[in-house]
């Protein structure tokens, strides 16, 4: 019985991490879609960049059957949905999967700083996340 719950939990580390970087990464294509965008939208997309190569360490890792990476892992998601509805609100439909490029002249118009501002703070808050992962699978 406990080699089936050992299994299972693998198999849910797994599959989070999967999931969790496919959401990380359309919301870095997202980001970096804009052409002429300014710093701080470069920093943005740098900072999913640097999640994304995170979550693909983890998931290439030989210990993927710590259940506090899988708490880790269910909090972050949590953390990117949140991301993913900030996003939503400044350009509805984001969630197709088509790729565009866009003009940053014209996005703007739509941004508003705070939304950008409430972005930048939630992905801060995830930050912890990605350093709770990475010491986790170095253990």
């Known amino acids: 019985m406990e080699a089936f719950a050992l299994s299972a939990s693998v198999v ?3 599959s989070l991490f999967i999931q969790l970087a496919e959401k990380v990464q359309h919301l870095h294509d997202f ?4 052409q002429n965008a300014p ?4 920093n943005v997309a740098s900072d999913l960049q640097t999640f994304c190569d995170v979550l693909d360490q983890g998931f ?3 210990e993927n059957n710590n259940p506090v990476l899988l708490q880790i892992l269910t909090r972050s998601d949590s953390k990117v949905e949140d991301l993913k509805r900030i996003v939503e609100r400044l350009e509805p439909g984001f969630a197709s999967k088509r790729s565009i490029k866009r003009k940053w002249s014209s ?3 739509t ?6 501002a409430e972005f930048q703070k939630s992905l801060t808050d995830t930050k912890p996340d990605m ?3 990475r010491q986790v699978i170095a253990e």
């Open 60 to 62: 290439r890792s030989h």
């Open 31 to 34: 980001w970096t879609s804009f």
């Open 39 to 42: 710093s701080a939208i470069r």
């Open 131 to 133: 350093l709770l992962i």
């Open 111 to 116: 941004l508003k700083k705070n939304n950008l």
């Open 107 to 109: 996005f703007k118009a």
């Open 12 to 14: 849910s580390v797994v």
